[in-house]
């Protein structure tokens, strides 16, 4: 089976835009062929996980999931953020969102700046929530539970980026456990807030919408801020009451201590970079 998938990928390389459809449409098949009899026996209706994985639209992500394996967090540049360019921006949506800020620091007891601070790392208020079809990313990550998809994303991501093999190997198959409960978690929010999981598009690693949630936070901290029916972390009210849940779900009070706001925070993003560069941002948005 694994070499009828890599002859069938590397072929679709090789041959370009020669005779592609039919030998992409196997190759998408087999590769997702684990994912997808995971999903049926855990509930999901068979019909409905065939109509999805034969979308043209859903294929297998080498390039975002490629990156997930190279990404390095102490690479990010954070202090960007601070910039006095970025504060003015951050300080206009606080007026411009004021009354939901001020409504949602009422109810939950988080900070109004904070709650801007996350958005404004995360997706530059909005500007940015990302390309990666969230779809694509988790069922891609998760198929590298199985050889055969492991070794074709090994093969095609770039040598000089990539891990060591056995390195790679590790994380792969430690991620995709998690990566297919993401996926469940995903197919179900989408299900229950009508949405169409194969249009939703996010981070290379996954994460959704201005408050860059993963699909299980979004089930477990979302809130339909804008009182629609609807939880779409891509509305500015959705996003800014979940993270406001978010935050006092794992212990934000009013007047917490810096120490203790960078243990919540830590929640969010495991990164002492991306925590400091929050509590920094916030303490500037309050002068």
């Known amino acids: 089976m694994y070499l009828k998938i890599k002859i069938?990928?590397?072929?679709?390389?090789v041959l370009g835009l020669v005779i592609p459809n039919c030998l992409y449409a196997e190759s998408q098949t087999l590769l997702f062929d684990y994912v997808k009899r995971m999903l049926v026996q855990d509930g999901f209706d068979s019909e409905m996980i065939e109509n999805i994985y034969n979308d043209p639209n859903v294929y297998f992500d080498t390039k975002s999931v490629a990156g997930y394996f190279q990404h390095n967090e102490s690479r990010l540049n954070y202090a960007q953020f601070h910039q006095t360019?970025?504060?003015?921006?951050?300080?206009?949506?606080?007026?411009?969102?004021?009354?939901t800020l001020d409504r949602v620091e009422k109810k939950y007891g988080v900070d109004k700046e904070i709650i801007v601070a996350v958005m404004l790392v995360e997706t530059r208020l909005g500007g940015f929530t990302g390309v990666s079809r969230v779809l694509n990313v988790y069922s891609t990550m998760a198929?590298?539970?199985a050889e055969a998809p492991r070794e074709n994303?090994?093969?095609?991501?770039?040598?000089?980026?990539?891990?060591?093999?056995?390195?790679?190997?590790?994380?792969?198959?430690?991620?995709a456990s998690w990566a297919?409960?993401?996926?469940?978690?995903?197919?179900?929010?989408?299900?229950q807030?009508?949405?169409?999981?194969?249009?939703?598009?996010?981070?290379?690693?996954?994460?959704i919408g201005l408050a860059q949630f993963i699909p299980s936070s979004i089930l477990s901290y979302g809130k339909d801020g804008n009182n629609d029916g609807?939880?779409?972390?891509?509305?500015?009210?959705?996003?800014?009451?979940?993270?406001a849940n978010y935050l006092k779900s794992f212990?934000?009070?009013p007047g917490i201590s810096k120490k203790k706001a960078s243990k919540v925070l830590y929640h969010y993003n495991h990164s002492t970079y991306y925590v400091n560069e929050l509590l920094t941002i916030s303490d500037l948005l309050k002068k």
Do not use: C, M
């Not at 297919?180 to 299900?191: E, I, N, R, W």
């Not at 609807?230 to 993270?243: G, P, Q, R, V």
């Open 85 to 99: 360019r970025n504060i003015a921006k951050a300080k206009k949506y606080l007026r411009s969102h004021k009354t």
């Open 143 to 145: 198929a590298l539970k």
């Open 230 to 243: 609807t939880i779409n972390l891509f509305h500015h009210d959705d996003a800014i009451e979940s993270i």
């Open 8 to 13: 069938l990928v590397q072929s679709v390389i």
């Open 153 to 175: 994303l090994w093969e095609l991501v770039p040598p000089k980026k990539r891990l060591k093999k056995k390195a790679f190997q590790k994380k792969a198959i430690r991620k």
């Open 251 to 253: 212990g934000w009070r």
């Open 193 to 207: 807030n009508k949405l169409s999981p194969i249009d939703i598009r996010g981070s290379y690693a996954g994460a």
């Open 180 to 191: 297919y409960d993401q996926l469940k978690a995903f197919l179900t929010y989408t299900a």
